[in-house]
């Protein structure tokens, strides 16, 4: 079968799952997610069973986009209008599940995996570091399109979006600094203030000032625009985010956090920052998240599948009741109203996307060897997880706080 019958297939088998999905009342990435799941290699005999390995740069496009409508989502008046809630919030949440994870693994771990037991420095604290750090993010990507898809306006559904962007950099600041620790623990190296403090700084100080940087040409080159033709914004938009993207894979910088950054200048600052995001939202964001989503569901595997159901159970366990616990805490704090304290947590649930990344590029290092198999697996198995069951969560969330505009 030829590559352009097998991509029409995988398009065209999300989109009717998607529109049977919301024919029963369901989100659509449900039915795309679940549409992966089906066509994966280790599952559907006409697709090959190392797709995965080629769909890189299709993937990282898309997740891209997904990025930079959610660094769209942060518009610093209405951040204002919330208040310190936001940073109460998102501090609480995402470090609160970060501990839950960390402390739950150290715990259970030797019990899952009996070639752990005993093997502190070398497997059960890196490990648990790891998987608390890449668990403590939301996947904004979900609440974003659920939230598009039923129009939801209101307080919870900005503090839900706002909140799942930010603990994404939490999340990246978390992960920079603990792989740094992971990797001396099990190589037996001497701590450096270089490697553990600085270096994670730098690469977040160079992110921001290259999405920055990015983001004023951005803005620059549309005010000098005599035609603001939707189709020439697409291409400025695709060519920048390509070149964000490239330029932080090559100097080092995190290719999310600056693509959210470049975004986040262009919504606050762009005259035409209504026009650009309303036209990716109208003709491309459905294409984007059907393909995102669709082949999350084709990166699932099925080895070891009793230690993974272990972990993943512990996993998401131990991730809720952090973010419900750190949401109550950090909503407390900030004397929210009580629509945000009730509802934004079960909007926090859904997880994957940057994280899937994370959990890839530790995996690359041969100092992890010995457990980003069992890493991996279980990133993959969460997502896929978190993901059909999130966007019920965010719907539900949206639902009960009376925000559904369109149900």
Not at 24 to 51: H, M, Q, T
Not at 115 to 143: H, M, N, Y
Not at 294 to 313: D, E, K, N, P, R
Request: hydrophobic share 55%.
């Amino acid at each position: 079968m030829n590559s352009l019958l097998r991509l029409g297939l995988i398009i065209f088998i999300g989109f009717v799952l998607g529109q049977e999905l919301k024919r029963l009342k369901f989100p659509k990435i449900v039915g795309y997610i679940i549409a992966g799941v089906i066509l994966n290699p280790n599952i559907c005999p006409f697709v090959p069973i190392d797709i995965t390995d080629r769909t890189d740069v299709i993937e990282n496009m898309a997740i891209a986009f997904i990025a930079f409508a959610v660094g769209g989502t942060i518009v610093i008046p209405e951040i204002k209008k919330l208040g310190k809630g936001i940073l109460y919030i998102t501090l609480c949440e995402a470090e609160m599940a970060f501990i839950f994870l960390l402390t739950g693994f150290l715990i259970v771990l030797p019990f899952i995996i009996p070639a752990a037991k005993g093997a502190w420095a070398a497997s059960i604290i890196p490990f648990s570091l790891i998987i608390g750090c890449i668990g403590s993010p939301t996947d904004p990507s979900v609440a974003l399109a659920v939230t598009h898809e039923y129009k939801a306006k209101g307080e919870v559904a900005s503090t839900m979006l706002t909140v799942a962007a930010f603990d994404d950099v939490l999340g990246i600041v978390n992960y920079s600094v603990a792989i740094v620790i992971a990797k001396t623990l099990i190589s037996h190296a001497s701590f450096s203030i270089y490697k553990t403090l600085l270096t994670p700084a730098l690469i977040i100080a160079g992110s921001v000032a290259l999405g920055a940087g990015l983001g004023v040409v951005f803005n620059f080159i549309t005010k000098r625009l005599k035609d603001m033709h939707e189709g020439s914004l697409f291409v400025l938009i695709l060519s920048l985010i390509a070149l964000c993207w490239g330029l932080a894979t090559f100097t080092g910088a995190e290719e999310i956090l600056s693509i959210m950054i470049m975004a986040i200048v262009v919504t606050n600052f762009n005259p035409h920052a209504k026009q650009i995001f309303s036209m990716l939202s109208k003709y491309f964001e459905e294409l984007i998240f059907l393909i995102f989503f669709v082949l999350s569901g084709m990166h699932l595997t099925f080895s070891g599948a009793w230690i993974a159901v272990g972990l993943l159970v512990c996993f998401v366990i131990f991730r809720i009741a952090g973010k419900f616990i750190g949401t109550a805490l950090g909503a407390s704090l900030a004397n929210a109203s009580p629509n945000v304290k009730k509802y934004t947590a079960t909007g926090l649930i859904p997880f994957g996307g940057i994280v899937i990344g994370l959990a890839l590029i530790t995996q690359q290092d041969p100092v992890f060897k010995d457990i980003s198999g069992y890493l991996v697996n279980l990133v993959v198995a969460a997502t896929i997880v978190n993901e059909i069951i999130g966007p019920f969560f965010v719907k539900k969330a949206l639902k009960g706080s009376g925000e559904i505009v369109k149900s």
